[in-house]
């Protein structure tokens, strides 16, 4: 089986092989931006939505892709084929090219671009059974976080200080209000609406946040796009956190505090079946060539 492969600025290697250079802005000033794309069955979800979104990010840093977004699918899943691995994650990442250290833009430099295929990191199912636990942490990030920038140190100091204190997410809190998790986006259920905080400059557009959206309307359940203070999340009856690898994931306490039962409740269990059956829906019916079932 494959232990995954890299597409380097047009060549295919293994991880061993696969260098930058140690001038690439994306090592020395975090000059870039990147997605995560699910891979099903061997077949990218959604790609189409994340590389738009890629495009969306690498413009708002005033970088020029070096292949189209049509270019950038082919190259995706013919990279995703060749790896053979039916359950994995495609990562791809832009960064502003290598060039002598200057905070100035380089004049010549070209664009890095890298994209990986490795087994997907499940999700143990006890959690999706039991739900998870979150804790909140003051929001330190930058005011553009609607970009998906690869500078995610406060996301990794933020992430590793809820591993440390037994939680599976942090969520971040500016001003009293919830933004987002550190690689997800937060749902509410009210009792009356699932709120989600709005997606404005302050949020990342999650792919999956848009999905759970959609479906919960299909469902009839009313969504509202807001501000989501802390108080009104301690006292939701459900909290959800959804992300491209997470998927749906029922938060049961937050700073060690129950929410609603303190258990998965019925609005996560519905939406949770329904994007599974999306999923089915679209892609899992017509399997990747040559993929490879890596889930053991």
């Not at 959604?46 to 738009?52: N, S, Y």
């Not at 946040?209 to 802390?230: H, K, M, N, S």
Request: glycine share 8%; with cysteine; aromatic share 6%.
């Amino acid at each position: 089986m494959s232990d995954g492969l890299v597409w380097l600025n047009g060549e295919i290697l293994d991880f061993a092989s696969a260098k930058v250079s140690v001038e690439d802005r994306g090592f020395q000033f975090g000059d870039g931006v990147y997605e995560v794309v699910r891979v099903y069955g061997g077949r990218p979800f959604a790609l189409a939505e994340h590389l738009e979104r890629l495009q969306r990010s690498a413009r708002e840093i005033e970088l020029s892709l070096p292949l189209s977004l049509g270019e950038l699918a082919v190259v995706a899943e013919e990279l995703v084929a060749r790896a053979g691995i039916a359950e994995a994650e495609l990562y791809i990442q832009v960064t502003r090219g290598a060039a002598r250290r200057n905070h100035l833009f380089p004049e010549d430099a070209r664009p890095t671009l890298v994209m990986t295929v490795r087994s997907v990191r499940l999700i143990p199912p006890e959690l999706r059974e039991h739900g998870v636990r979150a804790l909140t942490v003051p929001d330190e990030r930058w005011a553009r976080c609607d970009i998906k920038s690869i500078c995610l140190l406060p996301n990794v100091l933020a992430k590793e200080r809820a591993h440390r204190a037994g939680a599976f997410e942090a969520l971040f809190v500016r001003d009293g209000l919830v933004m987002e998790g550190t690689s997800s986006n937060v749902f509410a259920w009210t009792g009356e609406a699932l709120v989600t905080p709005i997606a404005d400059h302050r949020i990342l557009a999650g792919i999956t946040r848009g999905f759970i959206l959609r479906l919960a309307q299909q469902l009839g359940y009313r969504t509202e796009e807001r501000d989501l203070p802390l108080a009104e999340l301690r006292s939701a009856r459900e909290v959800l956190i959804a992300g491209t690898v997470t998927e749906l994931l029922a938060v049961i306490a937050v700073d060690g505090e129950p929410i609603g039962s303190g258990v998965p409740g019925p609005v996560f269990r519905q939406l949770y079946a329904a994007y599974r059956q999306m999923i089915a829906d679209r892609v899992l019916a017509s399997p990747g060539i040559g993929a490879r079932d890596s889930s053991g």
